[in-house]
Every structure is written in structure tokens, then in C-alpha cells.
């Protein structure tokens, strides 16, 4: 593995590691200040800017209680990465329901170590049927 690709794989697993602490100063200092976040999940809203970002960390991270991220796979090559996941959470906004996904997140990497560009995929037709069955 290079220099970048270390350094790629390092942010990455930086991010997740404060996603699951619940961190939302953490997660939002692994990010650079002109971060993009994508979400193609129909559900999901995308943002740009890392004050922007963080100003939804906090609601996003109560919502999700107990929200953690498990690596199923990780790819990097230079500084881009390829992560898939397993996310877990109770969603507070449905009686704190349980519900666990499959995803995977595509991440740019800067020169700096942070993360620059995320997209995020995840099934949200899967969250609502974990949902509808309770």
C-alpha cells in the first residue's frame, strides 16, 4: 500500500470510528471545509460544507440512536475508497425501532487527510419495510 493510500484508509476509518462514538465534532473535523455529502438514497438529503454538515450531525446522530457502522469491505486506491457496511441503529423518530441495512460509501480523500466527497448508498425501501413490519 502507498503513502496516499494509507493515508486515504486512515480517514476513512478515522470517520467511522467517530460516526459510531457518536462524535459529531469528530465526525465533522474529519471533513474538509467545502465537503460534499451524497446520498442516493431517496430518503436521504445531501449537503455541502462542513458547517453545514455539522449543523445536522446532531439531529441526524439522535434520531439514529445507537447508530454503528460495521466494515464489511474496504477498497482504496490512491485517494479514493470504497467502503460497504452494515449500519444499525433504533430510529427515535419511529419509537426507536430497530433497524440494520447493507450500504456502501464512496469517499474522495485530500492531501490533508480528510475526507473531501462522500456519496452514500443504502437501501431505504429495506429501512421502511424494517419499519412497516413492527
Known amino acids: 500500500m502507498t503513502r496516499v493510500e494509507e493515508r486515504t484508509r486512515a480517514a476513512v476509518l478515522r470517520y467511522l470510528a467517530a460516526l459510531n462514538r457518536h462524535d459529531a465534532d469528530a465526525v465533522a473535523a ?3 471545509d467545502d465537503f460534499v455529502s451524497e446520498h ?3 430518503t436521504g438529503q445531501g449537503v455541502i460544507g462542513r458547517a453545514a454538515y455539522r449543523e445536522r450531525l446532531d ?4 434520531d439514529f ?3 454503528k457502522y460495521e466494515v464489511e469491505d474496504l477498497v482504496v486506491r490512491d ?3 470504497v467502503l460497504a457496511y452494515w449500519m444499525s441503529f433504533r430510529l427515535a423518530s419511529a419509537g426507536h425501532a430497530p433497524v440494520r441495512v447493507r450500504g456502501v460509501f464512496r469517499f474522495r480523500v485530500s492531501a490533508d487527510g480528510l475526507i473531501a466527497h462522500r456519496v452514500d448508498y443504502w437501501d431505504s425501501g429495506e429501512v421502511n419495510r424494517q419499519l412497516d413490519t413492527l
Open 30 to 32: 474529519c471533513v474538509t
Open 79 to 81: 485517494v479514493r475508497a
Open 40 to 42: 442516493v438514497s431517496s
Open 59 to 62: 439531529g441526524f446522530l439522535a
Open 65 to 67: 440512536t445507537g447508530l
